[in-house]
């Protein structure tokens, strides 16, 4: 696989940095201290909502490997995996402003559409 650093913005990976320290942070708090995380999340009385193997399991695992592949593609400061990346952040940060649209929970949901926006722009300007 051929290296294609030089075709990755800094802005990009400065951003993709920032993201994934707080991808990362939100997945461990989840993990660890879940209702300090999500205390305000109408479904948090609900049996099993703070469960591992519900709802917030599958939050922490989704975070933690965002974190974790973000991590891996910086490192190897390759364009093409940094573009994957970006198109799973697309998907991932789309998904979660029409969830937290339909949940009426407008503040996640402008962050990540503003995610959403700003990742879209990035992956444009990757030429691998």
Same mark, same amino acid.
């Given at each position: 696989?051929?290296?294609? *650093?030089?075709?990755?913005?800094?802005?990009?990976?400065?951003?993709?940095?920032?993201?994934?320290?707080?991808?990362?942070?939100? *997945? #461990? %708090?989840?993990?660890?201290?879940?209702?300090?995380?999500?205390?305000?999340?109408?479904?948090?009385?609900?049996?099993?909502?703070? *469960?591992?193997?519900?709802?917030?399991?599958?939050?922490? *695992?989704?975070?933690?490997?965002?974190?974790?592949?973000?991590?891996?593609?910086?490192?190897?400061?390759?364009?093409?995996?940094?573009?994957?990346?970006? #198109?799973?952040?697309?998907?991932?940060?789309?998904?979660?402003?029409?969830?937290?649209?339909?949940?009426?929970?407008?503040?996640?949901?402008?962050?990540?559409?503003?995610?959403?926006?700003?990742?879209?722009? %990035?992956?444009?300007?990757?030429?691998?």
């Amino acid at each position: 696989m051929v290296n294609n *650093s030089t075709t990755v913005p800094k802005w990009i990976t400065i951003y993709l940095w920032i993201t994934a320290f707080i991808t990362l942070g939100a *997945s #461990l %708090a989840g993990y660890f201290k879940p209702d300090a995380l999500l205390g305000t999340w109408e479904a948090i009385s609900a049996a099993g909502a703070l *469960s591992l193997a519900g709802p917030l399991g599958l939050f922490v *695992s989704r975070n933690f490997a965002t974190a974790v592949v973000t991590i891996f593609a910086l490192v190897k400061n390759n364009a093409a995996m940094i573009k994957l990346v970006l #198109l799973l952040r697309i998907v991932s940060d789309g998904l979660d402003l029409v969830n937290n649209l339909m949940a009426g929970n407008m503040p996640v949901a402008i962050m990540g559409g503003v995610m959403c926006l700003i990742e879209i722009f %990035a992956f444009t300007k990757i030429k691998a």
